[in-house]
């Protein structure tokens, strides 16, 4: 889960997940606002690896004490809490949102907010995962719709998202979609593991996952840009 990645080498995992995909996605030098970082892991490879300064939101406390040491400062608490944004005082190159929105009760109402933390040519970047994932379909054909404690179900989440009504959230906060990709997690049984045992096998599965993202797509990886921001005309 999330919140008990320790000691997790990001440059190790699959070059198809979510973590992989948005620390590559994030620039040097950048200034990084992450929300919902846990216990600081994607703050650890971005203050190491990219020279990156961060600010970290996160609600869990024990959380948020693991991830001090990676970031320049921490707020705790939940992001829809209008004393957590008043304490974001500066801007960011990269706001990060992974795995955050679909714990949200008005997830809209959030990427309004933190568009204003955004410095000239920033950008958001967001992961969601898809209800319209071809396992999900499948068990819907057999009746089942059986929360979780982790995945796509997971029992915490408020809010559900196909690629189309993803797409229609962004567009309706004001941002404007420059780069969508998706994490297939496991792929399709047996086909997947065969080909990542090849090397170089992952950017054939890209290619062949990509081909349809709202079958495949185990999360949506969006970079959002501000229609409304000066430096992104």
Known sequence: MKYHRQNYDIDKICPLWTDYQVVKLVKPNSKVLEIGCATGYIGKYLKE?????????????DSAEMA??????ILVGN???????QQI???FDF????????HLVNPLGVLQKIKKFLAPAGRVIITLPNIAHFSIRVRL??????????GILDNTHLRFFTLKTAKEMIESSG??????SIDPDKGIPRFHG?????PGGWKFLKKIYSLCPTLFGYQFIFVLTDIGSKGNA
Request: net charge negative; with cysteine.
């Open 194 to 198: 065969v080909f990542l045992r090849i």
């Open 68 to 73: 001090k040491p990676y970031y320049q400062k």
């Open 175 to 180: 941002l404007k979609i420059e780069h969508l």
């Open 95 to 102: 706001i990060l949102c992974m795995n955050v929105l679909e």
């Open 141 to 150: 054909l057999f009746g089942k719709f059986d929360y979780e404690d982790y």
């Open 49 to 61: 690896k990219v020279n990156c300064e961060s600010w970290g939101v996160e609600i869990d406390p």
């Open 89 to 91: 005082d500066r801007k």
């Open 79 to 85: 992001i829809e809490n209008e004393q957590i944004l």
